[in-house]
């Protein structure tokens, strides 16, 4: 199985999994207007076929934003409202018809933080609401396409994948592979590993790849490992 795909999985198990919905709405009050409250990491690369949400780690930017929704599935006119924006309970933002902010996370990875919206003076009540939103770091994956971790291949040729850094294009970071402990010679592209087998190697030989991924800006950096077995 491909390992993005068991990356994937991963997430739809982790506890972020009932958090990551692009639309959470609760509402404010069981007769009243419902709260439309989403959020977005602004600059957390995933990889084009990845289906999952863009996730922050700590030094990602995230807009939030803010409706209500009415009891006619109409959205409600907050433009005049005063609104309030709480992170971690600490004020990040607000104003007459703020509905959207923009914030960095105050915590390392792995954390959650709490993200509060308050409309002090709707019709002269108090509406407020608050989210949970995970903060993790960089992963780097092997993706691999062999059964069993097994493969009869030569040469053996590997792709690393990085999720959730801080860029906009891959080859913005800096790919660090080791087979059984030697550093390859470098490749045209990094992100690829390829390893050019002799003809005497034996059938069920091991080989321990690992991989490193660091994004020189921030020095924020991800590693996987992976044992493969040749057979012929």
């Known amino acids: 199985?491909?390992?993005?795909?068991?990356?994937?999985?991963?997430?739809?198990?982790?506890?972020?999994?009932?958090?990551?919905?692009?639309?959470?709405?609760?509402?404010?009050?069981?007769?009243?207007?419902?709260?439309?409250?989403?959020?977005?990491?602004?600059?957390?690369y995933i990889p084009p076929d990845y289906a999952g949400k863009a996730l922050p780690n700590q030094?990602?930017?995230?807009?939030?934003?803010?409706?209500?929704?009415?009891?006619?599935?109409?959205?409600?006119?907050?433009k005049n409202q005063t609104i309030?924006?709480?992170?971690?309970?600490?004020?990040?933002?607000?104003?007459?018809?703020?509905q959207t902010v923009t914030l960095t996370p105050f915590a390392g990875a792995p954390a959650y933080m709490t993200l509060?919206?308050?409309?002090?003076?709707?019709?002269?009540?108090?509406?407020?609401?608050?989210?949970?939103?995970?903060?993790?770091?960089?992963?780097?994956?092997?993706?691999?396409?062999?059964?069993?971790?097994?493969?009869?291949?030569?040469?053996?040729?590997?792709?690393g994948t990085p999720y959730f850094f801080n860029i906009t294009d891959p080859s913005q970071l800096s790919y660090q592979w080791s087979v059984n402990g030697q550093t390859p010679s470098s490749a045209e592209n990094p992100e690829t590993l390829q390893v050019n087998l002799s003809q005497g190697t034996p059938s069920n030989s091991v080989f321990a790849i690992t991989l490193s991924i660091t994004n020189p800006t921030d020095a924020m950096s991800a590693a996987d490992s992976t044992n493969l077995t040749y057979t012929k």
């Open 116 to 159: 509060k919206v308050e409309l002090p003076d709707y019709n002269g009540n108090l509406l407020a609401h608050s989210i949970q939103i995970p903060v993790i770091k960089p992963k780097a994956v092997i993706e691999i396409q062999h059964v069993n971790g097994q493969f009869s291949s030569n040469p053996l040729v590997l792709t």
């Open 84 to 98: 309030y924006w709480y992170l971690n309970d600490a004020f990040v933002g607000g104003g007459i018809g703020m």
């Open 1 to 44: 199985m491909p390992r993005k795909v068991i990356l994937a999985g991963i997430l739809i198990l982790s506890p972020f999994a009932f958090r990551l919905s692009p639309f959470p709405i609760a509402s404010a009050q069981t007769s009243g207007p419902q709260f439309l409250l989403t959020w977005a990491a602004q600059n957390s």
């Open 59 to 78: 030094g990602s930017k995230i807009t939030a934003s803010v409706a209500l929704v009415g009891a006619n599935g109409q959205l409600v006119n907050i």
